[in-house]
């Protein structure tokens, strides 16, 4: 807009030290942190809890069984993380909780909890854009200043780069997200979900020895994963699969699929997509820097791939670890802390869940 002037810090400095507590819900883990901004900048994360509801192999997390793992559990996290951060839910300044996007249920029983304890204590409550926590927890822990940002996650795909106080999507998926996908087919070739599927898949992946032709799906700047899963799938009813590997009859196994082959070849095609859009987004912004987020971003071989492109361009790929990749209460804690220093609170009547709750959707006033 002509002649109007861009502040440079929209965040002031605080006066004194700032504490929140977030609580994180929206699929299978349940997690509580606490965090803190001190007048001299700094950021520090005071305790970091996490609870993980795990299905037999084979099946997924049903939106009525996963929110009475986080009714069951919400306490005894919520406690441990006071207990690490050493202090007390006297001492926060606000309650921050996941609003959106996620699974119904699961994101009203964490809702519940957050109103509850506001309620109890007298503390305002911050209700937080779960894929913009992610965003900030990354930025915080990595130093990058403006990147563009890979979001992946069993319920997200998307890449997204920051622009007038809003982080705007430039691409996504067009069907189903690419941790959805990995977990999907981990329930196909019956691959536990401890610690998680797509973490299986990652580790059988490293055992494959063939890339087998799947569908590579890029329209624009968006990517379709449903096809490929379901092609590989089908590799599954091939004559030439052998779910054990190889027996003596086969010979030398030249022609044999393995389900370690599968989950190569859907891991490398489906990661090359992703880094195809990425760089795409790179070069129309200018950006020299990608931020990797979501719990597929711990996967290593994503991670690789990313950083051979980066660096191609003669930028860098940052990432975090476990920590911070997988849904977790301090993404929640730090992007809502933001919000709240600005003056946002969510009054108790507006404090529902929205399932979907877009990433552009979100001011975010805490960026010049």
């Known amino acids: 807009m002509p002649g109007r002037v861009r502040k440079r810090s929209p965040l002031k400095a605080p006066e004194r030290p700032y504490i929140a507590l977030g609580l994180e819900g929206s699929a299978n883990k349940l997690g509580a942190g606490i965090i803190k901004h001190s007048p001299d900048g700094s950021t520090e994360v005071l305790s970091n809890v ?3 509801y795990i299905t037999p192999p084979g099946e997924g997390f049903l939106p009525r069984d996963t929110a009475q793992h986080h009714r069951e559990w919400a306490l005894t996290v919520i406690k441990d993380a006071f207990a690490k951060a050493g202090v007390s839910l006297h001492d926060i300044d606000c309650i921050c909780f996941t609003k ?6 699961p994101l009203v029983s964490v809702a519940l909890v957050a109103r509850t304890l506001s309620l109890l204590y007298n503390k305002p409550l911050v209700g937080v854009n779960h894929c ?9 822990v990595t130093g990058a200043q403006n990147p563009v940002v890979l979001y992946v996650s069993g319920g997200n795909t998307q890449v997204i780069a920051y622009a007038q106080q809003c982080y705007r999507i430039f691409g996504e998926t067009l069907d189903i997200a690419v941790g959805n996908c990995l977990d999907r087919f981990a329930r196909v070739i019956n691959l536990s979900n401890d610690p998680s599927p ?9 055992k494959g020895k063939r890339l087998l032709p799947l569908p590579y799906t890029t329209k624009g700047m968006d990517v379709s994963l449903s096809g490929i899963l379901t092609s590989t799938e089908a590799y599954t009813f091939d004559k030439r699969f052998r779910p054990h ?15 370690q082959d599968l989950c190569f070849s859907l891991q490398e095609t489906v990661f090359a997509m992703l880094v195809e859009i990425t760089e795409r987004a790179m070069a129309h912004i200018g950006s020299k820097e990608v931020l990797v987020v979501g719990g597929v971003g711990c996967n290593e071989r994503l991670q690789e791939m990313m950083g051979v492109m980066a660096q191609e361009r ?11 990749c997988i849904d977790n209460g301090i993404m929640i804690a730090q992007a809502g802390l933001l919000s709240y220093r600005m003056g946002f609170e969510t009054p108790l009547t507006k404090s529902t869940c929205t399932q979907r709750f877009r990433t552009d959707q979100v001011h975010v006033a805490w960026r010049a």
């Open 50 to 52: 996490r609870h993980t």
């Open 100 to 105: 959106g996007p996620g699974m119904g249920a």
């Open 132 to 140: 913009v926590g992610h965003i900030e927890m990354g930025r915080q």
């Open 198 to 206: 797509g973490y299986n898949i990652e580790q059988e992946a490293k």
């Open 245 to 259: 590997g190889p027996s003596a009859e086969d010979g030398d196994g030249a022609d044999i699929i393995t389900p």
């Open 314 to 324: 003669g930028g860098n790929v940052f990432a975090t670890d476990e920590r911070f």
